[in-house]
């Protein structure tokens, strides 16, 4: 059974960037879409960005031109880089397979100064 374990989150102030890593155990992630979602304090997950197995990317408007998703498939590892960040990018970052499988912990990731 595939388990997602994400990690990299933590406290930065605005402006800042953080890199966020999605880490698959089980199987190997090279096959399939893999999406970054994220849930704020009181409102429902939403998507954030996904990258095909051969790489094509698709954001979120609220990210567009901020973040970058991108894939090591060798290392079944799919990562998030997050630049300019805001306080409103604060929430939980959840990655997760397309269709999707259980999900993870997530990962705290919070804007402020």
């Known amino acids: 059974q595939v388990q997602l374990v994400e990690s990299g989150g933590g406290l930065v102030q605005p402006g800042g960037s953080l890199r966020l890593s999605c880490a698959a155990s089980?199987?190997?992630?090279?096959?399939?879409?893999m999406r970054w979602y994220r849930q704020a304090p009181g409102k429902q997950r939403e998507f954030v960005a996904g990258v095909s197995s051969n790489g094509n990317a698709n954001y979120a408007d609220s990210v567009k031109g901020r973040f970058t998703i991108f894939r090591d498939n060798a290392k079944s590892t799919v990562y998030l880089q997050m630049n300019r960040l805001k306080p409103e990018d604060t929430a939980v970052y959840y990655c997760?397979?397309?269709?999707?499988?259980?999900w993870g912990q997530g990962t705290q990731v919070t804007v402020s100064s």
């Open positions: 997760n397979t397309l269709p999707a499988i259980p």
């Open positions: 089980g199987s190997t992630l090279s096959l399939y879409v």
